[in-house]
C-alpha cells in the first residue's frame, strides 16, 4: 500500500480515528514505518486536501479524523481493504480455497480479525454479518472440519451488530484493530460510517479472566447479582462478557447464580456462544445450557 494508504487504514480505528499527528506518527512507527513527522505531516495535509480527512485544531494540536461524509473515503477506505486481501492471499496461497467456501455463506459481509496470527495458528476468527446467524454457523463448522481448521464465528443479524457497536461492545471493536474484510468492503464502511463519525469508540484493553474479585462482584451486581464485598469499578464488562468471566473465575455460588441472571436480562446469543467457544470448554459451557436462547446454537458448535 502507498503510505496515504497505510495512515487511513491506521486512522480507521484509532479512537475511531481521533488523533494527533505526532500519535499517527508514534502509531507508524508501532507498526514497522519509519513515522517521519515531517512525511508524515506533509502526507496528511495532502489527504486533507483531497477531502478524506478532517483535521480540527484542539489546544496546540491537530487532532485528525476520517471524513465519512465524503463518500471517496468509503471507497478508499475499500479498496485498500482489497489491496490487504490479495496480499494475504498472495502470503497465504492454502486460505484461497477456505475463501472460495466462505464466499458461498449467505452473508452481507465477512470480516477476519488478526488474520495472519491466526491463520497461523491453523485457526480463523471471523465476524459474519448475517441475516440467520445459525445457519451461517453450522457452514462455518462444515468448513472447518472440511480443512481440519478451527473457525471462531460471531455471526450477528446487521441490526444487532450495529446494536453492540454503537454500545462500545469491546468484543466488536476488537475485531478492528486488525482486521481484514473479505466481503463486501464497500457496504461494511457504508453500514458503519454514520457510527464512527458520530461517536468516539475507545478500546479498552482488559482480559475476560483477569477480573479480581471486587472487580467480577461490581460487574454481577449491574445485572441484578447481589453479594456481600466490596466492589471495585474499574472495569466495565457487557452482559454477555460478564457471563464467560464468572465461568472464567467466578465462585461457584456466583456460577449457579448465572443461570437467573440469564433468563432476568436481555442479551445476545451469539456473542454469548462466540465467547464461550473463544474462552471455555465444553464441559464448562454446559453450565449455561439451561437457557432457552442458547440451546441452539450451542448444539451446532459442539455438535
Not at 120 to 132: D, G, Q, S
Not at 242 to 263: P, V
Amino acid at each position: 500500500m502507498d503510505f496515504g494508504s497505510i495512515i487511513l487504514d491506521l486512522l480507521f480505528f484509532t479512537k475511531t480515528g481521533f488523533i494527533s499527528i505526532t500519535g499517527i506518527s508514534k502509531k507508524l512507527k508501532e507498526n514497522g514505518f519509519s513515522g517521519d513527522y515531517k512525511n508524515t505531516y506533509t502526507k496528511i495535509m495532502q489527504l486533507e486536501k483531497e477531502d478524506l480527512i478532517l483535521i480540527k485544531k484542539i489546544g496546540k494540536s491537530n487532532i485528525i479524523s476520517l471524513n465519512y461524509a465524503n463518500s471517496k473515503t468509503i471507497s478508499r477506505l475499500a479498496s485498500i481493504e482489497l489491496l490487504k486481501k490479495i496480499d494475504f492471499l498472495e502470503k497465504n496461497t492454502s486460505f484461497e480455497k477456505i475463501l472460495l467456501e466462505l464466499l458461498n455463506i449467505d452473508s452481507d459481509c465477512i470480516l477476519m480479525s488478526n488474520p495472519q496470527k491466526n491463520f497461523n495458528l491453523n485457526r480463523i476468527e471471523l465476524l459474519a454479518l448475517t441475516k440467520n446467524p445459525l445457519i451461517t454457523l453450522k457452514k462455518c463448522g462444515i468448513i472447518s472440519k472440511k480443512f481440519s481448521i478451527r473457525i471462531d464465528c460471531l455471526a450477528l443479524k446487521n441490526n444487532d451488530f450495529l446494536k453492540l457497536l454503537n454500545a462500545n461492545n469491546q468484543t466488536i471493536l476488537s475485531f478492528f484493530s486488525n482486521k481484514l474484510i473479505l466481503t463486501n468492503q464497500e457496504y461494511f464502511f457504508e453500514l458503519t460510517s454514520n457510527t464512527f463519525f458520530e461517536k468516539k469508540l475507545i478500546k479498552k484493553e482488559y482480559y475476560l479472566n483477569d477480573l479480581n474479585e471486587s472487580e467480577l462482584r461490581y460487574n454481577l451486581s449491574k445485572y441484578g447479582y447481589s453479594e456481600f464485598g466490596k466492589e471495585e469499578k474499574t472495569k466495565e464488562l457487557c452482559f454477555e462478557e460478564i457471563i464467560i468471566s464468572t465461568l472464567l473465575t467466578g465462585t461457584a455460588r456466583q456460577k449457579t447464580a448465572l443461570t437467573k441472571l440469564l433468563n432476568e436480562n436481555e442479551f445476545n446469543p451469539e456473542l454469548i456462544i462466540f465467547l464461550s467457544k473463544k474462552y471455555l470448554d465444553q464441559n464448562d459451557v454446559k453450565k449455561i445450557i439451561k437457557n432457552k436462547k442458547l440451546e441452539n446454537l450451542l448444539k451446532v458448535i459442539y455438535c
